[in-house]
């Protein structure tokens, strides 16, 4: 992926050094978060897939657990540093920005031409914990978006799990993780996830799961979307760069991540799409780049 010397955004908060308090989850990762979860004895139904999908690529896994739960309100926060730029020197901390910078380009256009205005979300790093408006995040739940503050969260080290412990590496499957989170900043903005998650209130379980996964696969579809036309702009895409995002989007199918963590495959638990799913819908929104051909609510097929 030719990214160096491209601009880089100033929508970057860095937290790393601000400590994150004791919520780092024991191991960390995807190893950590599945050992305490199948420790617990919590089975291995819905809350397991939804934290695993959440994990994966999508929606902050407190919103999925207060949902599952039925509880709201706020969890604990911790004391924070005030967040400052990256440092200059940092080449992963300048490999997101200048992703995020991307993106920021692709989506106004689309807003302007549509004859709307892009609000560009925050990006935040940070290691162990961070307070958010959607509660207490940990690295352990890999990148998520919080939609009440429009602010994506990434701990850099999941770059590391998502190449040693998912088998995804590359940096184009790494940029893949920002645009879909970015893909989530759009629904918000669109008024899609608010719909959304009214509809799911109303819905039986098995209708929830079935919505959440055209959510996700629309995002999957816009990070697509996002890089048909900056490859365009900007010849972005190198040899084997659309593997690798492809590569991603199969190592974080619901059913390759139920497989991975020994358990029998159920599609009615899925909140985050097969990884055939998620291949079909980026690839779509790659080689057209139309918003409108991101429709998965209107499409009888998945």
């Known amino acids: 992926m030719k990214w160096e010397g491209n601009r880089q955004s100033d929508n970057v908060e ?5 400590g994150g308090g004791g919520f780092s989850g024991g191991g960390g990762g995807l190893g950590g978060l599945l050992g305490a979860l199948l420790g617990s004895r919590l089975g291995v139904g819905t809350l397991v897939v939804a934290l695993l999908g959440g994990w994966a690529l999508g929606i902050n896994p407190l919103t999925i657990l207060s949902l599952l739960s039925g509880e709201g309100g706020p969890a604990p926060v ?8 990256p440092p200059a020197d940092d080449r992963m901390a ?13 989506w ?28 207490q995040g940990q690295s352990a739940m890999g990148p998520f978006y919080c939609p009440a503050d429009q602010k994506v969260y990434i701990d850099l080290g999941f770059y590391e799990t998502l190449q040693k412990q998912l088998g995804a590496p590359g940096d184009f499957a790494q940029a893949y993780v920002i645009a879909h989170e970015v893909g989530h900043h759009v629904q918000n903005l669109l008024g899609i996830s608010a719909k959304v998650q009214e509809a799911r209130s109303r819905a039986s379980k098995a209708e929830a799961n079935a919505l959440s996964v055209r959510l996700e696969l629309q995002a999957d579809c816009f990070a697509g979307v996002w890089a048909h036309h900056a490859n365009n702009a900007r010849q972005l895409l190198e040899q084997g760069d659309v593997e690798e995002a492809m590569n991603a989007a199969a190592k974080i199918g619901d059913d390759a991540l139920q497989r991975g963590a020994g358990h029998a495959v159920v599609p009615e638990s899925f909140t985050h799409g097969s990884s055939a799913q998620r291949q079909r819908w980026f690839s779509t929104g790659l080689k057209t780049g139309s918003v409108k051909a991101c429709d998965t609510f209107s499409s009888r097929s998945l």
């Open 78 to 85: 911790v004391q924070q540093a005030p967040a400052h730029r």
């Open 14 to 18: 860095d937290r790393r050094d601000g």
């Open 108 to 135: 106004g256009e689309l807003f302007a031409k549509g004859g709307g205005s892009y609000r560009n979300p925050r990006l935040v790093l940070f290691r162990g914990a961070t307070p958010t408006a959607c509660g």
């Open 94 to 106: 300048k490999f997101v920005s200048t992703v995020l910078a991307d993106t920021e380009d692709v």
